[in-house]
């Protein structure tokens, strides 16, 4: 079994041709599976980016809800001091107001 020179180069290049083709598909294959790492990591920020979206937006709306009942309880402490009477030991005690009180400030 004697080969010729052409035989041999033809089987040495086909012996290449081949493993340089394994080589590119395991290099493509390798290029694949990080495209696909990196896709699934964008889906995961995108996931995160959402979630913490959604958060702020709840916590916005917690800080206008309690600016709202802050200002509806400084109303009703404004309305509360103008109807407070200075005087606890008398049985007449009034709220000061311009009707109930008296021309010599009392308030009796």
């Not at 979630?51 to 509360?80: G, P, Y």
């Not at 606890?88 to 109930?100: F, G, H, I, L, M």
Request: hydrophobic share 35%; aromatic share 6%.
């Amino acid at each position: 079994m004697e080969f010729s020179l052409l035989e041999l180069v033809t089987t040495l290049l086909s012996v290449l041709g081949v493993s340089g083709c394994g080589i590119m598909f395991y290099r493509e294959n390798k290029r694949a599976k990080q495209l696909e790492n990196e896709a699934s990591s964008n889906n995961e920020w995108i996931k995160l980016y959402r979630e913490v979206k959604d958060e702020l937006s709840a916590q916005r709306d917690a800080k206008i809800e309690l600016r709202n009942e802050i200002m509806e309880l400084r109303v009703e402490v404004t309305e509360l001091k103008a109807w407070r009477c200075l005087r606890t030991n008398c049985s007449k005690r009034r709220p000061p107001s311009a009707v109930t009180m008296t021309d010599d400030h009392t308030n009796d």
